[in-house]
T-cell receptor, first 113, second 113 residues
Framework: RKEVEQDPGPFNVPEGATVAFNCTYSNSASQSFFWYRQDCRKEPKLLMS???SGNEDGRFTAQLNRASQYISLLIRDSKLSDSATYLC??????????????FGKGTKLSVKP | DAEITQSPRHKITETGRQVTLACHQTWNHNNMFWYRQDLGHGLRLIHYSYGVHDTNKGEVSDGYSVSRSNTEDLPLTLESAASSQTSVYFC????????????FGQGTRLTVV
């Protein structure tokens, strides 16, 4: 089983739609969680961290369910500029690998006019 | 402004040649990483370093080596380039745990012919 699994998509949605991405991780000892965004042919960039209490940044809401080892990202009122690949990222945070980020393969979002 | 830069951005090389990809960061981060990104695989960790003179193997380290002689640089060497190493390579850096946001370079597109 892959350490971090995501639905690869693509998700094709109209402007203004709400879209949700899901991610599961296999290591229950994982310590921290993130969503990164990657535009075509560009480097990944941090979108937001994910906390157990859930967190929101404008139109973006991230949730973590440790019991189910499940992470989600909700995008409301989608914009054309949200078109990108969204990467679910997990950090084990212990032992000799505390700095290492484990990336899912990404979910591609395409927002259409 | 602090940054992380990779060079070259594009390279074509022949099978069997030794190739070195440069990565330089001015964040003064202890952690540095090399990833490769291929269709269908997402980002996979090649090597990582948590400080000067520290290097560690990642998930796909065969055929690659790194050295860390100072804080700013982590060059990646392909000992004898193979066609299977055609990929996009990303270098990243981050502060020590728990501040694990990773900042990525713009990537190097390597083609081995």
């Amino acid at each position: 089983r892959k350490e971090v699994e995501q639905d690869p998509g693509p998700f094709n949605v109209p402007e203004g739609a709400t879209v949700a991405f899901n991610c599961t991780y296999s290591n229950s000892a994982s310590q921290s969680f993130f969503w990164y965004r990657q535009d075509c042919r560009k480097e990944p960039k941090l979108l937001m961290s994910v906390y157990s209490s859930g967190n929101e940044d404008g139109r973006f809401t991230a949730q973590l369910n440790r019991a189910s080892q499940y992470i989600s990202l909700l995008i409301r009122d989608s914009k054309l500029s949200d078109s990108a690949t969204y990467l679910c990222v997990v950090n084990l945070g212990y032992g000799g690998s505390q700095g290492n980020l484990i990336f899912g393969k990404g979910t591609k979002l395409s927002v259409k006019p | 402004d602090a940054e992380i830069t990779q060079s070259p951005r594009h390279k074509i090389t022949e099978t069997g040649r030794q190739v070195t990809l440069a990565c330089h960061q001015t964040w003064n981060h202890n952690n540095m990483f090399w990833y490769r990104q291929d269709l269908g695989h997402g980002l996979r960790l090649i090597h990582y370093s948590y400080g000067v003179h520290d290097t560690n193997k990642g998930e796909v380290s065969d055929g690659y080596s790194v050295s860390r002689s100072n804080t700013e640089d982590l060059p990646l060497t392909l000992e004898s380039a193979a066609s299977s190493q055609t990929s996009v390579y990303f270098c990243a850096s981050s502060e020590s745990w728990p501040n694990t946001e990773a900042f990525f370079g713009q990537g190097t597109r390597l083609t081995v012919v």
